[in-house]
């Protein structure tokens, strides 16, 4: 069983879609009371942090609202820019459920933040064993129960 933020191809396997996460920008409250509260058009002269893919949803968000806007610090790890953002480093694009959960960060409101779909996916000879079953089901609920949390909502 995987839980990935992609539809897996292959057709021994079987996908369920279970849900979005919505991804924004934070920065330490420190940060804001230093530069004031980053906006769309001064995306360009702030200190980014992002994923390290180019290709990765949160780049190419970034690159909409801003052509100008390049990250100062990448990592493919969304602790390590949870973490920088804490220290003040700049301003971090995270998930939601992350970005709000920690008390030290202020969220940016920014247009139109990404979102991508949360899959399930499991090996399609093991989808109807009983264990993997109460697994997939409970996952799914999981999932479908804090909706609003991987929304920000």
Do not use: N
């Not at 292959?10 to 920065?27: I, M, P, Q, T």
């Not at 360009?44 to 994923?51: I, K, V």
């Not at 790890?77 to 700049?90: D, K, T």
């Amino acid at each position: 069983i995987a839980v990935r933020m992609w539809r897996s191809k292959s057709e021994d396997l079987h996908v369920r879609r279970v849900g979005h996460v919505v991804y924004g920008a934070y920065a330490a409250a420190s940060f804001v009371a230093r530069r004031g509260l980053p906006t769309k058009d001064t995306l360009g002269e702030t200190p980014l942090l992002s994923s390290s893919s180019a290709a990765e949803i949160e780049a190419a968000w970034l690159r909409r609202l801003s052509p100008s806007a390049a990250p100062s610090f990448t990592s493919s790890f969304s602790l390590a820019l949870l973490a920088a953002a804490r220290a003040g480093a700049g301003v971090a694009i995270l998930p939601r459920y992350l970005g709000d959960a920690d008390d030290e960060l202020v969220h940016v409101p920014l247009p139109d933040p990404p979102s991508e779909p949360i899959w399930l996916t499991v090996h399609g000879d093991l989808r109807a064993t009983p264990r993997v079953r109460a697994l997939l089901d409970f996952l799914a609920a999981a999932l479908k129960r804090d909706a609003g949390l991987l929304r920000g909502t």
